[in-house]
């Protein structure tokens, strides 16, 4: 029988996951397909409930229900520790829970600049994907400050690090000593694709400017570290590749052809902005 995986999330009609995972399947000749559900906060139970009674084998889970999701599986060590999930695998009972973000964020950005072991970062965001990617920048010896809109998510996640917490008005004279900015916040992300919480005046050039965010594949960030002509600016469409990757293992026991992967987002971001 074919196997059905999803993701889920809200806004989810722009998710690239479904176009990335399919290519995997098709390369791979799996009878198995990868679809898009919008699921409101206040039904996540019943959509994991639900899949797993309809037998689905694997979801992920995406914007603003990573928090959410972890209460109605067994997570693991990593995810419970993280308080998120991004990934559910079904083939066990009860489903179990995983965070394939924080490990996705890592390899995006040591492909890129080596170890993050020492470097000054400055995260924008406290959110579900936000607390994954700052777990491992901790775990792998970053200097990290923490910088968001709501103080007491902030303050909670630096507190929980042993990190430092700032308010989004301080980024700018913080950003002076980091050598790392990570956008892990969903601003800047379609349709509200002019948004930014930093702009060029407020980076230098020894920058390196990551985005997690991945549509549109040029964020406004993207722009402006470009205009401020930083050292490095890493998008978006690789940490999902990676968190993408880590997920299929997870539900298939097999590695995942990350360039098949890449290609796939990347060719659909092509189309979309020509549109
Ligand atoms: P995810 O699970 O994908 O990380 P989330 O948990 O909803 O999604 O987190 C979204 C992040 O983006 C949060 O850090 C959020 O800040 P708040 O904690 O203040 O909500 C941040 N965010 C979203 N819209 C924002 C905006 N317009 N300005 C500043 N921060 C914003």
Do not use: W
């Given at each position: 029988m074919k196997e059905i995986y999803g993701v889920i999330g809200d806004p989810i009609e722009h998710s690239l996951s479904p176009v990335m995972h399919n290519a995997v399947f098709k390369e791979l000749n799996m009878d198995a397909i990868y679809l898009?559900?919008?699921?409101?906060?206040?039904?996540?139970?019943?959509?994991?409930?639900?899949?797993?009674?309809?037998?689905?084998?694997?979801?992920?889970?995406?914007?603003?229900?990573?928090?959410e999701a972890?209460?109605?599986?067994?997570?693991?060590?990593?995810?419970?520790?993280?308080?998120?999930?991004?990934?559910?695998?079904?083939?066990?009972d009860p489903p179990r829970g995983?965070?394939?973000?924080?490990?996705?964020?890592?390899?995006?950005l040591e492909e890129e600049i080596g170890e993050v072991k020492g470097k000054n970062v400055l995260m924008l965001g406290a959110g579900g994907a936000a607390k994954a990617i700052a777990f491992y920048l901790k775990k792998e010896g970053a200097k990290l400050i923490i910088a968001n809109r709501t103080e007491e998510r902030g303050e909670e996640l630096a507190k929980r690090l042993n990190a430092e917490y700032i308010r989004l008005e301080n980024v700018k004279s913080r950003l002076k000593e980091a050598d790392v900015l990570i956008n892990a916040t969903s601003v800047g992300m379609f349709p509200?694709?002019?948004?930014?919480?930093?702009?060029?005046?407020?980076?230098?050039?020894?920058?390196?400017?990551f985005d997690i965010v991945y549509n549109p594949l040029e964020t406004r960030l993207m722009r402006e570290a470009k205009k401020a002509g930083v050292k490095c600016i890493i998008d978006g469409v690789k940490m999902l590749v990676y968190q993408g990757a880590v997920a299929f293992k997870i539900w298939t026991g097999k590695e995942a052809p990350v360039e098949t992967m890449e290609r796939a987002v990347r060719e659909a971001l092509l189309k979309e902005k020509q549109k």
């Open positions: 898009a559900f919008r699921v409101p906060r206040e039904k996540v139970k019943e959509a994991i409930v639900g899949a797993k009674s309809l037998g689905f084998s694997g979801l992920n889970v995406t914007i603003p229900l990573k928090e972890i209460k109605f599986v067994k997570p693991d060590e990593l995810a419970k520790e993280i308080g998120a999930i991004n990934t559910i695998d079904f083939s066990e995983y965070n394939t973000d924080g490990i996705g964020a890592k390899r995006a509200d694709d002019n948004a930014t919480l930093v702009t060029a005046d407020m980076m230098h050039p020894e920058l390196v400017v």
